[in-house]
Nanobody, 124 residues
Framework: QVQLVESGGGLVQAGGSLRLSCAASGRTFSRDVMGWFRQAPGKEREFVAAISWSGGTTYYADSVKGRFTISRDNARNTVYLQVSSLKPEDTAVYYC?????????????????WGQGTQVTVSS
């Protein structure tokens, strides 16, 4: 079975950092786009970042540019999201997703596989 499992979330103070991980299994995602989305309570799920299969192309939502970094290790079938300079408004459940094919897209409808999420809470 295809699975994406996120980890690394937690409770941090504003200005702190976390490294989120997404371990994939059940298929090889090396030629797929990997993305991160987040969803705060009462809000819709929103795009955060995506990375091409080679790791050579990345894209970020304006709200996280300069603070978050997405990376991947295809040998380990794992994608990461380094979140830094965290703000209370970054509080959300962060979801890992995989999109079949190499073109980066930003809508949740474009992604084929999803993890169950990891909670990031940023205190003031």
């Amino acid at each position: 079975q295809v699975q994406l499992v996120e980890s690394g979330g937690g409770l941090v103070q504003a200005g702190g950092s976390l490294r989120l991980s997404c371990a994939a299994s059940g298929r090889t995602f090396s030629r797929d786009v990997m993305g991160w989305f987040r969803q705060a309570p009462g809000k819709e799920r929103e795009f955060v970042a995506a990375i091409s299969w080679s790791g050579g192309t990345t894209y970020y939502a304006d709200s996280v540019k300069g603070r978050f970094t997405i990376s991947r290790d295809n040998a380990r079938n794992t994608v990461y999201l380094q979140v830094s300079s965290l703000k209370p408004e970054d509080t959300a459940v962060y979801y890992c997703a995989a999109k079949i094919g190499g073109l980066i897209r930003y809508s949740i409808s474009n992604y084929d596989y999803w993890g169950q999420g990891t909670q990031v809470t940023v205190s003031s």
